[in-house]
């Protein structure tokens, strides 16, 4: 299930990167002291969306209003962020007022699935690798098989997947703002990607599901595919 988060205008200028506020503002609706914060994640989380960069400021900003999805198919976690969000009153991400959420379905198809990934982030001993990098698919592979696997989908069916590169002349690497603690600021290099995903199609769902890479809240490794009418 894909859960659309929606906001009015922001009123006041962003000055840090959304990623950092769209976090909180999840772990808000979850709760203090949520099971899911700091842990293993059964959900991925896009990006902001809708936005415009602003070159006095040098960051994104949302003169229009904006949204960010968040994907899981784990009923426990749904569950929560579903009560979360019904008990939102007057709540804002930074300046822009809650105003809303929808729902719908992001189904796989029966054969294989072509999806994009944004910001994939890869670590192969503990070093951030990209598309540069010779290994990147193979590494990003065996991650999402262990990802499954410790999501519940059998061994079996997680070894099923392949990845094959698609238009890879369209991949890119960008180096994306992170904030840390309450001053602390890096910045990380990111892989967008296409990819044909062949394999037991419960562990396509599940992996569209999840998202790709080390990291799949505040804008990273979150999938679309062609039936995601995000």
Not at 31 to 41: I, P, R, Y
Not at 140 to 169: M, Q, R, T, V, Y
Not at 180 to 191: C, E, L
Request: proline fraction near 3%.
């Amino acid at each position: 299930m894909r859960i659309k988060i929606k906001f009015g205008p922001n009123t006041e200028k962003f000055s840090k990167p959304t990623n950092d506020y769209v976090n909180g503002f999840v772990h808000n609706v979850l709760g203090k002291e949520n099971k899911w914060h700091d842990s293993f994640s059964p959900y991925s989380i896009s990006a902001m969306h809708g936005g415009n960069f602003d070159k006095e400021s040098g960051m994104i900003q949302f003169p229009n209003g904006g949204y960010f999805i968040v994907s899981s198919d784990n009923e426990e976690f749904i569950s929560d962020i579903f009560c979360g969000l019904a008990s939102l009153t007057n709540e804002k991400l930074q300046s822009m007022p809650y105003a809303g959420f929808e729902t719908y379905s992001c189904g796989s198809s029966s054969f294989y699935d072509v999806i994009r990934a944004e910001n994939v982030r890869v670590k192969d001993n503990n070093k951030e690798i990209t598309i540069n990098d010779e290994q990147f698919v193979n590494v990003l592979l065996e991650h999402a098989k262990k990802k499954l696997i410790n999501c519940g989908i059998s061994e079996e069916d997680a070894n099923s997947l392949k990845f094959e590169p698609f238009h890879k002349e369209n991949w890119k690497v960008k180096m994306v703002k992170m904030k840390y603690g309450s001053d602390k600021q890096s910045i990380t290099p990111s892989s967008t990607i296409m990819l044909v995903v062949k394999g037991k199609k419960i562990a396509r769902e599940k992996l569209i599901s999840l998202g790709l890479g080390n990291s799949t809240g505040s804008g990273f490794g979150f999938v679309t595919t062609k039936n995601d009418n995000k």
